[in-house]
């Protein structure tokens, strides 16, 4: 019989023949990404592989990461689904709220949704949080996975228009994203200083971990915004 030990609220591990990160599978029967489905006393889990998430290597790195079975979360970089179906396992009764720029993406992430009613997909570009401030309600949680050089920009757009006062941001800084010559460490402790100083009110920095050997050249930050 397999193994369950719970990590935090809906993350896991659970051991059959090997240690693996899990969530309880939503959407029973049905795997996203070719992830195994392990039955353990009546609960189905879904393995989720931290090579193709950042906030799943977030998970492993030991970050706090801040979800409730009602967390209402916005997920800016969708992409087609990986670790959005991950987070609502996580979130059962929350809500997230899905941007996602590529529309090739989104056309796969629409089926994914369709199965699963607290995800909600929106086609828009995260730098312009306006577009799609009609849709989403004031969050608890912003996770920013997006490829373009002003990431810290962008997180600071949406955390101002979207996060509530108690709220986090858990971001992945992609440093090939926002320079190709320079060197990591040298990007990424630019980038915390423009979370911390570069925007009103700014971000409080709680954790800050590269992300290997998950992820090369990817910095994890967990932050919320000063008071």
């Given at each position: 019989?397999?193994?369950?030990?719970?990590?935090?609220?809906?993350?896991?591990?659970v051991?059959?023949?090997?240690?693996?990160?899990?969530?309880?599978?939503l959407?029973?029967?049905?795997?996203?990404?070719?992830?195994?489905?392990?039955p353990?006393?009546?609960?189905?889990?879904?393995t989720?592989?931290?090579?193709?998430?950042?906030?799943?290597?977030?998970?492993?790195?030991?970050f706090?990461i801040?979800?409730?079975?009602?967390?209402?979360?916005?997920?800016?970089?969708?992409a087609?689904?990986?670790?959005?179906?991950?987070?609502?396992?996580?979130?059962?009764e929350?809500?997230v709220?899905?941007?996602?720029?590529?529309?090739?993406?989104?056309?796969?992430?629409?089926?994914?949704?369709?199965r699963?009613?607290?995800?909600?997909?929106?086609?828009?570009?995260?730098?312009k949080?306006d577009?799609?401030?009609?849709?989403?309600?004031?969050?608890?949680?912003?996770?920013q996975d997006?490829?373009?050089?002003?990431?810290?920009?962008?997180?600071?757009?949406?955390?101002?228009?979207?996060?509530k006062?108690?709220?986090?941001?858990?971001?992945?800084?992609?440093?090939?994203?926002?320079?190709?010559?320079a060197?990591?460490k040298?990007?990424f402790?630019?980038?915390?200083?423009?979370?911390e100083?570069?925007?009103?009110?700014?971000?409080?920095?709680?954790?800050?971990r590269d992300?290997?050997?998950?992820h090369?050249?990817h910095?994890?930050v967990?932050?919320?915004?000063?008071?």
């Amino acid at each position: 019989m397999p193994e369950v030990r719970k990590l935090s609220d809906g993350i896991f591990e659970v051991t059959k023949d090997k240690k693996q990160l899990a969530t309880k599978n939503l959407d029973l029967g049905k795997t996203v990404y070719g992830e195994k489905l392990i039955p353990v006393e009546g609960v189905e889990y879904r393995t989720w592989d931290p090579r193709r998430s950042k906030l799943g290597a977030m998970v492993l790195k030991k970050f706090n990461i801040p979800l409730r079975k009602d967390s209402k979360v916005l997920y800016l970089g969708a992409a087609s689904g990986t670790t959005v179906s991950h987070v609502s396992d996580i979130v059962s009764e929350g809500a997230v709220y899905s941007v996602e720029f590529a529309p090739r993406s989104m056309r796969d992430f629409v089926g994914l949704a369709s199965r699963r009613k607290n995800i909600f997909p929106i086609l828009a570009d995260a730098g312009k949080p306006d577009s799609y401030a009609h849709i989403v309600e004031p969050v608890d949680l912003i996770f920013q996975d997006v490829a373009q050089p002003n990431q810290a920009e962008i997180a600071a757009r949406n955390a101002v228009r979207f996060l509530k006062r108690d709220g986090y941001l858990l971001l992945s800084v992609k440093a090939r994203s926002i320079d190709t010559a320079a060197s990591p460490k040298e990007i990424f402790t630019e980038e915390i200083k423009k979370l911390e100083q570069a925007f009103e009110p700014g971000f409080e920095i709680l954790t800050a971990r590269d992300l290997m050997p998950y992820h090369e050249d990817h910095l994890g930050v967990l932050a919320k915004l000063k008071d």
